[in-house]
């Protein structure tokens, strides 16, 4: 892995938010998948290891793409409702960004470890994120890695219903798997 910087982005693969569902109605919920579709990332270089990442997702481009559990299978009319009603718990008007950036980057046994900035809804608040990198097929690198986030860390209401019985639970998995070329392209 050589280079000084590398530019990715949804094209080199997909940033997944997952959520969980809260409250004494929690079965009649989905659990959602969604798919963020626009972000950039630059990594940049020294030698043959990452000194800095920074990631920057447009909020707006978020896309419900299942939901398991509840009382039904989502309709695309719900899902359309469901993103309306995240980009509005999100603020995505005001807060177009979600961005993460790294203070620190420390080689780990399967990976990296980034230490860093994560900005939601206008507040940031330390994070670290691991990745793991594997050799793909040959020229290229598997890259994956998982980080839970708290709505209430970052002031972010949770969307609910029936008077609260029902909700997005507070802790969301984001996850990223993708690939690679040793390059970086």
């Not at 949770?158 to 993708?178: I, K, N």
Request: glycine share 10%; proline share 3%; net charge negative.
């Amino acid at each position: 892995m050589t280079g000084t910087q590398w530019q990715l982005d949804a094209s080199h693969g997909q940033l997944l938010v997952r959520t969980d569902v809260a409250g004494r109605a929690a079965k009649m919920g989905h659990r959602l998948t969604i798919v963020m579709e626009r972000w950039n990332a630059t990594v940049s270089w020294s030698g043959d290891r990452p000194t800095d990442v920074e990631l920057a997702v447009e909020v707006d481009s978020l896309q419900v793409l299942q939901g398991e559990g509840g009382m039904t299978s989502l309709t695309p009319p719900e899902k359309t409702l469901i993103r309306s009603n995240a980009l509005k718990c999100l603020d995505s008007k005001k807060h177009r960004l979600i961005r993460f950036a790294s203070s620190d980057v420390e080689v780990t046994d399967d990976g990296y470890r980034l230490s860093g900035e994560l900005e939601i809804h206008g507040r940031r608040k330390p994070h670290v994120v691991e990745v793991a990198v594997t050799e793909g097929p040959p020229g290229s690198w598997q890259v994956s890695g998982a980080s839970r986030v708290l709505h209430s860390d970052f002031g972010v209401r949770r969307y609910s219903m029936l008077m609260g019985a029902m909700q997005v639970a507070d802790e969301v998995t984001v996850s990223f798997s993708g690939t690679i070329e040793a390059d970086g392209a």
